[in-house]
């Protein structure tokens, strides 16, 4: 199917049914169908034709979401951009893309796309004003032609564009959920993490393909998470573990009732254990799932169950392969097959697999006997001091059991004799030192991991997707340990 049709039957089925909320408004499916015909007949009028790359920068918006839509409907491919990048930032991705000189933006991004090297911006004023442009008709779809282009989140280097066929992208789709029907009622869903995130258009694509209601939240805060999810009665959310742990921390969680929540999914990052069984015990009626991929595998290639999360053992795996996927772990050296139990490099192969044949992941993991995955970290993230190599991950878990560490992460540093030390960057609600932390943590890690440079910061440097980011979090160490 051409996904620039895919709410078509709803609009005409349902025109009233809401498919999205945006702050105030509620968004029906045939006001979002016009939106996507107008962005469309926009990007057509303007000389985008199939086959070419639009950058997209804005966040979840409205134009956002009709311009992926109105894109692929004429053949094209919207490229989406974070739009907390600099002119320059955004430069780089427009040439990386391969992008066209038409680019579309929200307001306050236009300035940006257009330093950046537009040679026209289109903003909502242009392609949502509700001025009549000539119908552009669904073009016939192409398999193997790009429908949409993601990139990957770039915190060791510049993201990379990662263009998805339209053959990828229905495929995908349509294993996310059933069609719309009209005697089928909405599920109403959250989405909190960015669009511009492959679990963020992918959800918001399957939501669409299902005549689902999908509440949108352009940039995270947990106090307004919980009234959204209070005031429109969510059944579904997913959540990167920085902002389960800030629902959970904030005061107005026991207030408000979450009793329509009935399924929280969560990934991207590392979940610690004790923030997963904490999560659990306040929201017992609640089926989590851990899902586990990546922007080349579009999105989950595991998951660990709400039946798996039973099992206190498993709490810290992410679960075992779907259906139609091969993982084998590596050696990353020889690419040989490690024992079970044995860390090594994630490969996995897919249909869902945008590169096809096996994919060499950077993910670090053992998996057991019963074919459950353990991460470990990232490969490229990897510490070697003096030889002896581990992962940030293991650290970060002995140091987080601290009565006084409320959030942790942990980075390599540069250092003349031993090649890397380790530096921890802590959350704490008490006074903490460097010492009581490595008598704390002597039990529980090698010798050699224990860490060696301190910082205590008021907010670990997350990405907006939910990773660490290790390159920032290695200079803030080494500039203030």
Not at 254 to 273: C, M
Request: glycine fraction near 12%; proline fraction near 5%; hydrophobic fraction near 45%.
């Amino acid at each position: 199917m051409n996904i620039g049709t895919i709410i078509d039957t709803a609009a005409t089925g349902d025109p009233d049914r809401v498919a999205l909320i945006i702050g105030k408004r509620a968004i029906g499916y045939g006001q979002l169908a016009a939106a996507v015909e107008q962005c469309a007949a926009g990007l057509a009028a303007n000389g985008v034709v199939a086959g070419a790359r639009v950058a997209v920068v804005d966040g979840g918006s409205l134009l956002s979401i009709a311009s992926v839509l109105g894109a692929a409907r004429i053949g094209a491919a919207a490229a989406l951009m974070n739009p907390a990048l600099t002119s320059s930032e955004l430069r780089d991705m427009l040439r990386n893309a391969g992008c066209v000189g038409v680019g579309i933006a929200g307001e306050p991004y236009a300035g940006q796309l257009r330093a950046a090297g537009a040679t026209r911006t289109l903003t909502p004023a242009d392609l949502l004003s509700g001025h009549q442009l000539s119908r552009a008709s669904p073009v016939e779809e192409i398999a193997d032609r790009d429908a949409l282009v993601l990139f990957t989140s770039g915190t060791t280097g510049l993201p990379k564009a990662v263009g998805i066929t339209s053959g990828q992208l229905t495929t995908r789709i349509r294993g996310i959920g059933a069609p719309f029907r009209t005697n089928a009622a909405a599920t109403v869903g959250m989405m909190c993490v960015p669009f511009f995130h492959v679990g963020g258009s992918l959800g918001m694509l399957g939501s669409l393909y299902s005549g689902n209601t999908s509440v949108v939240q352009e940039r995270f805060d947990a106090g307004e998470w919980l009234r959204l999810v209070q005031e429109h009665r969510v059944r579904t959310a997913f959540l990167v573990p920085t902002m389960l742990q800030r629902i959970l921390d904030h005061p107005d969680f026991t207030a408000t009732d979450l009793s329509s929540l009935l399924a929280i999914a969560y990934g991207a990052a590392a979940a610690p254990v004790a923030l997963v069984r904490r999560a659990m015990a306040a929201l017992p009626h609640v089926a989590f799932a851990n899902v586990f991929g990546q922007t080349e595998t579009l999105g989950a290639y595991t998951t660990l169950s709400p039946e798996d999360h039973r099992d206190p053992n498993r709490v810290g795996s992410v679960g075992r392969p779907l259906p139609g996927v091969e993982v084998r772990v590596a050696d990353p050296n020889t690419g040989g097959d490690v024992e079970t139990g044995n860390i090594g490099e994630l490969w996995v192969t897919t249909d869902q697999n945008v590169s096809g044949g096996w994919l060499h992941t950077g993910d670090l993991a053992h998996q057991d006997a019963d074919g459950y995955i353990y991460p470990s970290g990232r490969l490229s993230d990897n510490i070697n001091r003096g030889g002896e190599k581990f992962g940030p991950l293991e650290v970060e878990e002995a140091l987080r059991a601290h009565p006084a560490v409320t959030d942790v992460a942990v980075a390599g540093i540069a250092d003349d004799e031993m090649g890397q030390r380790v530096g921890a960057a802590v959350v704490a609600h008490l006074p903490v030192t460097l010492e009581e932390l490595r008598s704390h943590c002597r039990d529980r890690i090698a010798y050699f991991k224990l860490p060696e440079r301190l910082i205590v910061v008021d907010r670990i440097p997350y990405t907006e997707t939910g990773k660490v980011n290790r390159r920032q979090l290695a200079a803030l160490i080494a500039d203030n340990a």
